[in-house]
Antibody, heavy 121, light 113 residues
């Protein structure tokens, strides 16, 4: 069974930092792109970042460039999202999603339950 | 950036009737070299993460009931639910994965009439 589990969310003040983690199991981790998608309360989905299987290629939405960093540790079957200089508008549920193996890594085939990040003073 | 626009924003359909959701991209998501449309559909039920339904515009994900059908090419796409069931109440999103940044439509809320 494919599993994706996020952790690390919480309440942080504007300008603060937070590191999200995502643990994946059930498929060969090194075969998949990994992605982060967020959803502000009561709103739609926004893709945040993606990282290639070997970490050599990363993509970000413009609104987080220079503030967020995606990384992965294939030995730990984990992907991370380091979030710095957080803003109120970063408040959202953050989902980790695995790409669809051998098809296209940007098709978000498996999703975690999400972790809530609240940026507030 | 490719902008994805869904219509309608919400709709209500009677049980057993057909539901149709449209998605339009600001530029083509058809990759000419392999003739594939880089378009996916997701379903999100209340309190749950999204679930992949359709990719390549018309390929049903494993385990998805065949009442869900994706169609379209280029810039115009449709998700059709042939006979609405109570468990289909959800918000539906289209997504393009043709180019970065990956973008989603704003979502279409589907309810029972």
């Amino acid at each position: 069974e494919v599993q994706v589990v996020e952790s690390g969310g919480g309440l942080v003040q504007p300008g603060g930092s937070l590191r999200l983690s995502c643990a994946a199991s059930g498929l060969t981790f090194t075969g998949d792109w990994m992605n982060w998608v967020r959803q502000p309360p009561g709103k739609g989905l926004e893709w945040v970042a993606s990282i290639k299987q070997d970490g050599s290629e990363k993509h970000y939405v413009d609104s987080v460039k220079g503030r967020f960093t995606i990384s992965r540790d294939n030995a730990e079957n984990s992907v991370y999202l380091q979030m710095n200089s957080l803003r109120v508008e970063d408040t959202a549920v953050y989902y980790c999603a695995r790409g669809k193996s051998h098809i296209n890594g940007w098709i978000h085939a498996y999703w975690g339950q999400g972790t809530l990040v609240t940026v507030s003073s | 950036d490719i902008v994805m626009t869904q219509s309608p924003d919400s709709l209500a359909v009677s049980l057993g009737e057909r539901a149709t959701i449209n998605c339009k991209s600001s530029q083509s998501v058809l990759y000419s070299s392999n003739n594939m449309n880089f378009l996916a559909w997701y379903q999100q039920k209340p309190g749950q993460p999204p679930k992949l339904l359709i990719y390549w515009a018309s390929t049903r994900e494993s385990g998805v009931p065949d009442r869900f059908t994706g169609s379209g090419s280029g810039r115009d796409f449709t998700l059709t639910i042939s006979s609405l069931q109570a468990e289909d109440v959800a918000v539906y999103y289209c997504q393009q994965y043709y180019s970065s940044p990956i973008t989603f439509g704003q979502g279409t809320r589907l309810d029972i009439k």
